[in-house]
């Protein structure tokens, strides 16, 4: 039974051309639902059954992503704004697949969120204060103290093989788009909250790797 939603973007010219990609059987990739920029839902699999978008990764104690979760592509390159009706038909589709599956706000993840330094969608760009507004994910607020490491953990991020830190641009990009340098207070501050509200490992749990 799903328990995530994975956010992605297709990073294809066209959403027909990402659509056909991901119902070749060569392509070894698939997903359940595609979105195209004039809000146009293609659903590729069924919701219950496992589909190939998510790779290698982890988010708290699932070390085999594409079996807890339900993928959502989304018709964008990466360098251009998410369309209004896109957004739209995302929030009326998160909406059905949390009440159908009983899925809490913090289980709408992106990509790069369990897959750091691999993937980058659904990037800067995507609004994800917009769908926290809604019910639809979760925002932080900064919060006195904290461990960002530490505090990541419980939050749901896994340390890549490719060491902790890579785990900065990832929580950047979807929770202070912009900002740059190194690791400060204002990282910490907002992953506190994080892992206090929304925590998915609790302390003395250890995330599957």
Not at 24 to 45: F, T
Not at 48 to 56: D, E, F, L, T, V
Request: charged content about 20%; glycine content about 10%.
């Amino acid at each position: 039974m799903p328990s995530l939603v994975v956010i992605h973007y297709t990073a294809m010219q066209t959403a027909e051309a990402a659509r056909d990609r991901l119902c070749d059987p060569q392509a070894e990739v698939s997903a359940h639902y595609v979105i195209c920029p004039k809000g146009q839902v293609w659903q590729l699999v069924d919701e219950a059954s496992r589909a190939w978008h998510a790779g290698a990764g982890h988010w708290g104690p699932h070390s085999d992503v594409n079996s807890h979760s339900i993928g959502i592509e989304l018709a964008n390159t990466g360098y251009q704004p998410f369309s209004e009706p896109l957004m739209s038909a995302l929030e009326d589709l998160l909406v059905t697949i949390l009440k159908r599956w009983n899925i809490p706000p913090e289980g709408v993840i992106g990509h790069s969120d369990m897959a750091p330094g691999r993937k980058v969608d659904p990037g800067p760009r995507f609004d994800w204060r917009r769908l926290a507004l809604r019910g639809l994910s979760v925002w932080p607020t900064p919060r006195a103290g904290g461990d960002f490491y530490r505090d990541a953990r419980l939050f749901g991020y896994v340390s890549p093989e490719g060491g902790q830190e890579i785990l900065i641009p990832a929580f950047r990009d979807r929770f202070r788009p912009g900002a740059c340098g190194p690791l400060d207070g204002s990282d910490a501050a907002l992953m506190a909250d994080l892992a206090a509200r929304w925590p998915v490992c609790q302390p003395g749990r250890q995330p599957v790797r």
